[in-house]
């Protein structure tokens, strides 16, 4: 009998699931998983010796705004993605709050075309939901390369902010797939826009209170109820939020970011001034105690990154002027393996969070699994790692992070997109194989 041969085997390594950790080989053929086991007596065009490396399924990040077309000075979608890559990062979802914004389907054909082959990871993008595209939504929510459709109910400008019931139960009556949502109450906002203190970061969080994410979210949830409809609320940052989501599993999931994870208000905006102003704020401690809670309790489904980068000469304005956003897509693995070191979860909840949840919740073809069949996408780390994130290693088009000079136990060493090893050891090796990632429908 011939033992088999494959285009890639991958030997010696512990392939972590959101089950379990194990001793297993990998066999690749055509960008997709052949066989988990014993590969040792196997042919392999090429090996990876993985001794002393963790293997996960490839990392896919839920939230991103990559800023192209137009807000290209800031990001783009081949830097966002090359930052997303170096970071153990194999798929994202970005946002619609582009120029002009993702809300037609030229617009969205446009984005896919601007990607394909030029992301260095693979993509899906928002569909942003308006007052005026709310019939058309079950036709653009359908298309290649959409994820889902994106509402704004406060935070944004122009048509993508809907922040009005009947505005969002006019999208949500006319949707099939689960809608993500910003929420934050827009007029509620505006009522207290004179609490943000000119000069004054450590007042964003006075000014975006938690009533205001509080009441925008119940609302939302009651919403979703009436019209019998799935919705993904992301970045949440309150512990009443949680205690409302809680209650409603059965339509409501749920995101965290790994900053509001990591930091709390005052020391943030003490140690960072307007590089910590985010939307939702950073809020002080309790409420990050509340987030870790519900993480541990399941309420959690998935971390999102919202990689929302600006220049260093915009986020330095004054306060309030100064751009609300961070960027995270490259941090987010070396933030959750920190916190994965330290004991906050385990390494299993960490897969599930990243990969086998978004598969599910989102109906991800061939991804989000390490499974015979699926596209060969692994996130490949270190757990004995300890790096410090340095401005040097940092790929986004900004050039910062909040989490620079942060020492981090745990690290990616390589991100392989179907079988391809796009990074490893921080060195670009295959660039721009980006391709649309495709959805159970």
């Known amino acids: 009998m011939t033992n088999p041969v494959y285009d890639l085997t991958i030997t010696n390594g512990t392939l972590a699931t959101h ?3 194990e001793l297993a080989g990998i066999g ?12 040792t007596a196997a042919q392999g065009k090429e090996n990876i010796d993985a001794t002393g490396l963790t293997i996960l399924p490839g990392v896919i990040d839920t939230q991103v705004h990559f800023r192209e077309p137009g807000i290209e000075h800031k990001e783009d979608l081949q830097s966002g993605s090359l930052a997303a890559v170096m970071g153990g990062v194999t798929g994202v979802f970005e946002m619609p709050n582009t120029k002009p914004p993702t809300t037609t389907p030229e617009a969205v054909r446009d984005k896919v075309a601007r990607a394909t082959d030029r992301m260095h990871c693979d993509f899906a993008f928002y569909v942003g939901g308006t007052h005026e595209n709310a019939a058309e939504l079950p036709e653009l929510e359908k298309m290649a390369g959409v994820c889902g459709v994106k509402v704004f109910m406060g935070s944004s400008t122009g048509n993508l902010l809907v922040p009005d019931d009947d505005g969002v139960a006019d999208i949500l009556r006319f949707i ?3 809608a993500a949502f910003h929420s934050e109450d827009e007029f509620r906002l505006r009522e207290r826009r004179e609490l943000a203190e000119t000069g004054k970061v450590e007042t964003h969080p006075v000014w975006r209170d938690a009533e205001a994410a509080i009441s925008s979210t119940r609302r939302l949830v009651k919403l979703a109820r009436e019209a019998g409809k799935n919705i993904h609320v992301l970045h949440i940052s309150t512990e009443e939020e949680m205690q409302i ?11 965290v970011t790994p900053q509001h994870l990591t930091l709390a208000a005052p020391e943030a ?15 002080e401690s309790r409420h990050r105690a509340a987030l870790w809670k519900a993480l541990e309790q399941g309420i959690v489904d998935v971390i999102g990154s919202d990689h929302a980068p600006h220049t260093r000469e915009e986020k330095a304005d004054t306060y ?3 751009p609300s956003g961070m960027p995270g897509v490259q941090t987010l693995l070396p933030l959750m393996l920190d916190h994965v070191a330290a004991g906050k979860l385990s390494l299993a909840k960490l897969v599930y969070l990243t990969s086998y949840r978004a598969r599910s919740l989102f109906g991800l073809r061939e991804k989000g699994e390490v499974a015979i069949g699926n596209h060969a996408d692994l996130t490949f780390v270190d757990l004995a790692a300890t ?10 088009r900004c050039g910062w992070s909040p989490f620079t000079g942060k020492t981090i136990h745990g690290w990616p060493v390589g991100t392989m997109v179907r079988g391809q090893r796009v990074m490893w050891d921080a060195i670009l090796e295959t660039p721009e194989t980006g391709q649309p990632i495709a959805f159970d429908l």
Do not use: C, K
């Not at 989501?245 to 995101?255: F, H, T």
């Open 28 to 39: 690749i053929t055509d960008g997709r998983i052949a066989t988990i086991g014993d590969v």
């Open 387 to 396: 790096r410090i994130i340095e401005e040097d290693w940092l790929a986004s």
């Open 19 to 21: 089950e379990t950790s």
């Open 245 to 255: 989501l809680a209650a409603n599993r059965d339509i409501a999931s749920v995101e």
């Open 269 to 283: 905006y003490q140690a960072l001034g307007t590089f910590a102003q985010m939307n939702p704020p950073i809020r």
């Open 320 to 322: 309030p002027h100064s």
């Open 176 to 178: 099939g797939r689960r």
